[in-house]
Nanobody, 126 residues
């Protein structure tokens, strides 16, 4: 079972940057397609970005394209989300997640991800 721990959230002003990290407990991290989700108060938890277990393929929600970059370092068992040009509407709790099955494809569905971190708060002031 993969355990995930996020870090890197905080309070920033609009236009600034943050980098989120998610460290996995197990070397099998490299075999899992990973995603970053976010949930604002009163809203659903939605996919922000995902990266295939092979690492070459990524997917982003339209609202973050060109501003956010997802990446992974399998040697460090770490998933990253570089967030630039942050906006107040990016304010949310951000979660990293691993697909339930190894070798899975990218999915935008929350139910496809069986392992979750505890979340890290990102707040962007205007």
């Amino acid at each position: 079972q993969v355990q995930l721990v996020e870090s890197g959230g905080g309070l920033v002003q609009a236009g600034e940057s943050l980098r989120l990290s998610c460290v996995a407990s197990d070397d099998t991290f490299r075999l899992y397609t990973m995603g970053w989700f976010r949930q604002a108060p009163g809203r659903d938890r939605d996919l922000v970005a995902a990266i295939h277990w092979i690492g070459g393929s990524t997917q982003y929600v339209d609202s973050v394209k060109g501003r956010f970059t997802i990446s992974r370092d399998n040697a460090k068992k770490t998933l990253y989300l570089q967030m630039n040009s942050l906006r107040p509407e990016d304010t949310a709790v951000y979660y990293c997640a691993a697909r339930t099955e190894k070798f899975g494809d990218i999915s935008s569905s929350r139910v496809a991800y069986g392992y979750w971190g505890q979340g890290t708060q990102v707040t962007v002031s205007s």
